[in-house]
């Protein structure tokens, strides 16, 4: 039977923002007043991930001063390579990273660089690929990647191109066994921020705790609604939830369970039409039609 390890694993669950830009890259604020206004929004910890490039002095963000007692920050940046099959910048979410990281060096390529984050210690997650039309040949490159950004709030707001959600599904029914997160990647230049974040479950709220857990897979994502509880039987898996429209359980290509309703709490789910594609994962929406995720489970 498989395990969510977010709903088996002890502790409790923390509120962050993996992805996010201050005025050290091209975002609108100093680090300082992104930090204060996480923590003022009622965020246990927050990434600041500004570009890691020469044209901003690859700066790797130091949030330290801004901790403090209720809130701690993650060192990350946003890093980059060229060149997708469309010919762009990569762009990789590295949480977790050295004050230090080697500055990219102009021939180094976007699977050498994935690959020096995940050495560094990094979570490292394939962002916005809907935002600039990565391909699922382009994200097969990046090995070792833990999750695709199912949800990145600013290409929501800015470009209708925030959903991640197909080149995730096509990675894992080819067998790649990769999560998703949801994120901001907030600029402050407009209401791009508070629109997707995750809920970490650890012992403490401190950057290394954190970040073993988002490596481990011990979290959910979320626009809104509140995950409680997922519970994969021999048949079914059932959920616990806020209150919501409709729960969901999604497997490899077209199958899939739901339950419709006003103000679902506790729904049970067929897992039979599932279990052959080896993987499913549970989405929950409320009436507004924000969603949660949970992590693909494999039998
Ligand atoms: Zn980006
Ligand atoms: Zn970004």
Not at 60 to 80: C, K, Q, W, Y
Not at 181 to 207: L, Q, S, T
Not at 229 to 234: F, I, N, P, Q, S
Not at 271 to 284: D, S
Request: hydrophobic fraction near 40%.
């Amino acid at each position: 039977m498989p395990l969510d390890p977010a709903f088996t694993t002890p502790g409790r669950f923390f509120k962050g923002n993996l992805h996010t830009h201050s005025n050290r890259s091209d975002g609108a604020l100093e680090p300082e007043a992104v930090c204060a206004a996480y923590r003022e929004a009622g965020y246990d910890f927050l990434t600041l991930t500004d570009h890691f490039l020469p044209t901003y002095g690859f700066p790797i963000t130091d949030t330290r001063p801004f901790r403090t007692n209720s809130f701690t920050t993650i060192l990350g940046a946003e890093v980059h390579a060229p060149a997708t099959s469309l010919g762009e910048l990569w762009h990789l979410l590295a949480v977790g990273l050295p004050e230090d990281l080697a500055h990219t060096a102009p021939d180094e390529t976007a699977p050498q660089l994935a690959r020096r984050c995940l050495e560094a210690g990094a979570f490292l997650a394939i962002a916005h690929p809907g935002w600039y039309g990565l391909t699922k040949a382009d994200a097969d490159t990046i090995e070792g990647a833990h999750a695709v950004e199912i949800y990145n709030h600013t290409s929501h707001v800015r470009c209708d191109r925030g959903n991640g959600s197909a080149l995730l599904d096509q990675l894992n029914a080819a067998g790649r066994r990769i999560g998703l997160c949801a994120v901001d990647d907030a600029h402050f230049h407009c209401r791009d921020y508070f629109g997707g974040f995750v809920m970490v479950k650890a012992r403490d709220n401190e950057p290394d705790a954190l970040v073993a857990s988002l490596k481990a897979g011990t979290y959910y994502s979320s626009q809104g609604p509140a995950i409680e509880d997922v519970v994969y039987g021999e048949d079914s898996v059932e959920i616990a939830c806020s209150p919501a429209s409709v729960v969901m359980v999604l497997g490899r290509g077209s199958t899939a369970a739901h339950e419709l309703g006003d103000g679902l709490t506790r729904v049970t789910l067929p897992l039979a039409r599932l279990k052959a594609g080896g993987y499913a994962r549970v989405v929950v929406a409320d009436k507004e039609g924000r969603r949660a995720w949970t992590n693909p489970v494999w039998w």
